[in-house]
């Protein structure tokens, strides 16, 4: 069954598109068929064609460059979203790096240098762009960010990532806390393995995936476009009265501690 769901009155801004493999991609899809108008962001020039690639021919979008860890990229993204839209219904945070020497090694060996590098980019920036969005949010804004469950139980070599997705999980919550007086929402969604450019950067992910469609109830691993729906239920009013919360998308894996073979 599928529900019908009209944004033609909505604004938003997805951050952080690489590809057309990246999960901001798979909202953006959902908030676009929906027929919301859509800004985008993306960090260099190394990656504007991609993007131009997915937006051609699409009515109503925009792009603009803008390193989230850079407060004058963020002032001039924002800038845009005025000048474009006027106001804005939902923020879509799709942002995270670590260095891969961050992965490779141990976590005890973890520098200082990739610690900070990992949750300012990470985690901060939901907090900095949050901030310059904040007097564009209508009542009844959004956002939305991407964790995963390594912020809860340890996965081999995703390292001081997993410290930065608990701490933007933290984050969320404050923020939650801080902007529901504005009737402004804030969630983050715990997306299962995907098979992205993040995920490459994860020595054994090929295993990791495989195991954990192994061992999730459902018997696979959820897809891009199970997180797009959700994006969409919880960027819309459909999910009106969620916030603060860590919503997992990952085909029940990260209920399970182990699943015994059936005779």
Same mark, same amino acid.
């Given at each position: 069954?599928?529900?019908?769901?009209?944004?033609?009155?909505?604004?938003?801004?997805?951050?952080?598109?690489?590809?057309?493999?990246?999960?901001?991609?798979?909202?953006?899809?959902?908030?676009?068929?929906?027929?919301?108008?859509?800004? @985008?962001?993306?960090?260099?020039?190394?990656?504007?064609?991609?993007?131009?690639?997915?937006?051609?021919?699409?009515?109503?979008?925009?792009?603009?460059?803008?390193?989230?860890?850079?407060?004058?990229?963020?002032?001039?993204?924002?800038?845009?979203?005025?000048?474009?839209? $006027?106001?804005?219904?939902?923020?879509?945070?799709?942002?995270? @790096?670590?260095?891969?020497?961050?992965?490779?090694?141990? @976590?005890?060996?973890?520098?200082?240098?990739?610690?900070?590098?990992?949750?300012?980019?990470?985690?901060?920036?939901?907090?900095?762009?949050?901030?310059?969005?904040?007097?564009?949010?209508?009542? $009844?804004?959004?956002?939305?960010?991407?964790?995963?469950?390594?912020?809860?139980?340890? #996965?081999?070599?995703?390292? #001081?990532?997993?410290?930065?997705?608990?701490?933007?999980?933290?984050?969320?919550?404050?923020?939650?806390?801080?902007?529901?007086?504005?009737?402004?929402?804030?969630?983050?969604? =715990?997306?299962?393995?995907?098979?992205?450019?993040?995920?490459? =950067?994860?020595?054994?992910?090929?295993?990791?995936?495989?195991?954990?469609?192994?061992?999730?109830?459902?018997?696979?691993?959820?897809?891009?476009?199970?997180?797009?729906?959700?994006?969409? @239920?919880?960027?819309?009013?459909?999910?009106?009265?969620?916030?603060?919360?860590?919503?997992?998308?990952?085909?029940?894996?990260?209920?399970?501690?182990?699943?015994?073979?059936?005779?």
């Amino acid at each position: 069954m599928t529900v019908q769901i009209d944004l033609s009155d909505k604004t938003a801004l997805v951050m952080g598109v690489a590809n057309a493999r990246s999960l901001g991609w798979a909202i953006a899809e959902q908030l676009l068929s929906a027929g919301c108008r859509v800004g @985008f962001s993306y960090q260099g020039e190394r990656l504007k064609g991609e993007l131009d690639k997915l937006l051609a021919g699409r009515e109503g979008v925009w792009s603009q460059q803008a390193d989230a860890t850079v407060d004058e990229d963020l002032a001039a993204l924002f800038a845009r979203v005025k000048e474009e839209f $006027g106001h804005l219904d939902y923020l879509v945070h799709s942002i995270a @790096f670590a260095p891969r020497t961050a992965m490779d090694g141990r @976590f005890l060996d973890t520098t200082p240098e990739d610690w900070n590098t990992a949750l300012n980019v990470s985690a901060y920036t939901l907090v900095s762009t949050a901030r310059h969005a904040e007097g564009l949010l209508r009542p $009844g804004a959004s956002i939305i960010s991407l964790t995963y469950h390594a912020s809860q139980q340890v #996965v081999p070599k995703y390292n #001081v990532m997993g410290v930065a997705k608990a701490a933007l999980e933290a984050a969320t919550r404050y923020l939650a806390a801080e902007m529901g007086g504005s009737g402004v929402r804030v969630n983050t969604i =715990s997306a299962g393995p995907m098979r992205t450019i993040a995920a490459r =950067s994860i020595p054994g992910f090929g295993t990791m995936y495989e195991k954990a469609a192994a061992s999730a109830p459902l018997g696979r691993n959820a897809t891009p476009e199970e997180v797009g729906k959700l994006a969409l @239920f919880l960027l819309s009013d459909l999910g009106s009265g969620v916030t603060g919360q860590t919503v997992y998308v990952d085909a029940g894996a990260s209920i399970m501690s182990m699943k015994l073979e059936q005779n």
